[in-house]
């Protein structure tokens, strides 16, 4: 079993920065990769970015590849997402995420979940 819990949410305006963080407990070492999905208002969850637990791989949805960073800090058993020059397409629930498949990144079931944090981006 696995534990997440997302930190770092907030309000901020258009083009601004925010870092979210999620930190794993419990039984981390079994973790293939880590990542974050969205969900705004009305829409469905969407993939934002993903990494190996490990640090060997990386994936990004289109949406925020060149603005969003993914990285992991094993040593901390937690991996964050560095958000730039956001948008108020941006805005959502995110939640971060963790599997034990070694299917790709973006691809296969997640199978633990943090609780979400709101990330608000004004225009």
């Known amino acids: 079993q696995v534990q997440l819990k997302e930190s770092g949410g907030g309000l901020v305006q258009a083009g601004g920065s925010l870092r979210l963080s999620c930190a794993a407990s419990g039984r981390t070492f079994s973790i293939f990769s880590g990542g974050w999905f969205r969900q705004a208002p009305g829409k469905e969850r969407e993939f934002v970015a993903a990494?190996?637990?490990?640090?060997?791989?990386?994936a990004y949805a289109d949406s925020v590849r060149g603005r969003f960073t993914i990285s992991r800090d094993n040593a901390e058993n937690t991996v964050s997402l560095q958000m730039n020059n956001l948008k108020p397409e941006d805005t959502a629930v995110y939640y971060c995420?963790?599997?034990?498949?070694?299917?790709?990144?973006?691809?296969?079931?997640?199978?633990?979940w943090g609780q979400g944090t709101q990330v608000t981006v004004s225009s």
């Open positions: 995420a963790a599997k034990n498949s070694p299917i790709a990144l973006a691809g296969g079931s997640y199978d633990y």
């Open positions: 990494s190996s637990w490990r640090g060997g791989s990386t």
